[in-house]
C-alpha cells in the first residue's frame, strides 16, 4: 500500500505532535534520565523547525517551551 502525498503528509504532522506531547510529559518529569532529555530536545527541536518551514509556525512558541522545560 502506497500512501497519498497528503496522506502521508497528515501522517507526519500528527506524529511530529504525538512526539511533541510525549516530550512535554516527559519535560515535566524529574526521573527522566538528562540523557534522554537531551535526545528529545534535539528531536523537537528538528520537528519544530520542519514544521515552521512549512507552514506550521502555530506551534513554534509551545515547541520552544518544551525544549527549554527539557534542559532543567
Do not use: C, N
Request: no cysteine.
Amino acid at each position: 500500500m502506497k500512501l497519498s502525498d497528503e496522506d502521508r503528509d497528515r501522517l507526519a504532522l500528527h506524529t511530529a505532535f504525538a512526539v511533541h506531547q510525549i516530550a512535554r510529559y516527559v519535560a515535566g518529569r524529574e526521573d527522566v534520565p538528562q540523557e534522554i532529555r537531551e535526545r528529545l530536545r534535539g528531536h523537537i527541536s528538528a520537528i519544530e523547525g520542519v514544521m515552521v518551514t512549512s507552514g506550521h509556525d502555530w506551534i513554534r512558541g509551545e515547541m520552544e517551551a518544551t525544549e527549554a522545560a527539557l534542559q532543567t
